[in-house]
């Protein structure tokens, strides 16, 4: 996906319903941007067409989003919003627009049903939300729509948190972005041969001489993500000696500097600020790790990479590089590669990465039906992209449902009560889950016990239970 343009349609979005009064759902919108960036080749919003509504929203959408019903008039009112922009915006003719208004007027009432078909229940949904960008969200990294909590600003001596590893920009990139700081323009860096050595001493001097702004880079730099303004605004106001910082004013003058860059509604470290604060991290004697370029990794590297937790929008970037290095049977010949006889989750983002790819790389997935542990994810690929398929057994489905739960368990012990919903949502059936014993997979207790832990209908929790305790007799045998 092409994390950039869905970025900057977002955030043209929010001032467009700002200016017009309109409500706009954002996080709706910013999902559908994503499942068309990701699955039907939209790299910009004048790639939507009538054609693109009925595939997003009536089998991506379904498949992908674990969503009741009852929740369709409101992704069907996100669409229209988006339209009613495309269309302001110039992005589409309004003949086009007209097209698409028809499109999802007939769309409205059959997402409801497709929703609730438990046809659609396919294997990416069926991951319960934790294998998807979210779930290469690890440690600090903030989860989409949510407003970090910042707190108190962590302490900054060697023997506290230690720093998250950072993805540092080229220094070509660095360099051409020094011409571009204002406040170098009035005060230039010292001609020490290095230039970026002088910036280094000048985020040094910076960061020293404001102690609350030492506490705000610092905590953006361990944040790796965007952050509200509005948080940046409260968080201020609590280190403020008066009580109420003047925000605006902080933000124009840390972009003057070169430290902040700020859009409509949030704000991050510039990338010469990263830089920096790393340099002024290495001269206190803190261990500041650099974050490896995972596009420049193999398969295996890649998911290991992913899974030590990287921000969800460097993560985007690094695996829509990677992809973009290799043909896509290239690509998902390594993926499965590394995913055979690897841990569930491991697998997980690797099915996932290869769920992006398109029906071209078909005969290096095929190959890979008679891999014993891959194949009901393989013929589940195959089926989304109707391409001709083996069934799946039920000993096969059995135990695909029982290494689809594994995949979620790291989410399900994150957030419990978000797994539980998940659960009550599009959870695995009581029959199902009664059978789940016989099934030969290495975490099959843990998988039960975490349902018996987590389902909110108490029956169907004692059928997991029960299950559990088969699966753990079973295994003693």
Known sequence: MSIEWVNQAIDDLRAWGRAREVEVDADEVRLLCDYASDYLNVNELGDFSPETFDELLLSIYPRKVIAPPESAPETVAAARTLVDYLSDAGAVPEPTAVLMRGRLDDIAPRLAEALADPANFGMAKSLF??????????????PSGEVPDLGEAPCDCPG???????????REDLLAALESVPMLAEDPLPDTGDPLEGWAARVADLVERDEGHYDLFDM?????????????????????????????????????????????????????AVWGLREHYLSLGLDAPEAPDLAEADALG???????????????????????????GEAAAELLAAASGAPAVARGIAITIVDRLGAEAEPHVRDFLDDQELRPHVIHWLAARRLPAPQLT??????????????????????????????????????????????????????????????????VAKAARKAAFKARSRAIR
């Open 394 to 459: 039920q000993e096969e489905l059995l135990w695909v449902s029982v290494d689809m739960l594994a995949l979620a368990m790291p989410a399900a012990e994150e957030d419990p009560e978000i797994f539980a919903e998940n659960m009550a949502a599009s959870g695995p059936p009581a029959h199902m889950i009664e059978e789940m014993w016989r099934v030969d997979h290495p975490d099959v207790v843990d998988v039960l016990e975490l349902l018996g832990r987590s389902i909110p209908d108490g029956t």
């Open 160 to 170: 506290c948190t230690p720093l998250p590893a950072v993805r540092l920009a080229a």
């Open 129 to 142: 939300s934790s294998i998807g960008p979210e779930s290469l969200e690890q440690a600090i990294a903030i």
């Open 220 to 272: 953006l730099y361990r944040l790796q993500v965007r952050v509200p303004l509005t948080v940046i605004g409260d968080y201020l106001d609590e280190i403020a000696e008066d009580g109420e910082a003047d925000l605006a004013g902080t933000l124009d003058r840390l972009s003057w500097c070169g430290m902040i860059q700020v859009t409509d509604d949030s704000a991050e470290l510039t990338p010469l």
């Open 302 to 328: 890649l998911i290991e990479g992913l899974l030590e937790g990287v921000p969800a929008e460097l993560a985007e970037q690094d695996i829509s590089r990677w992809l973009s290095g290799r043909a896509p």
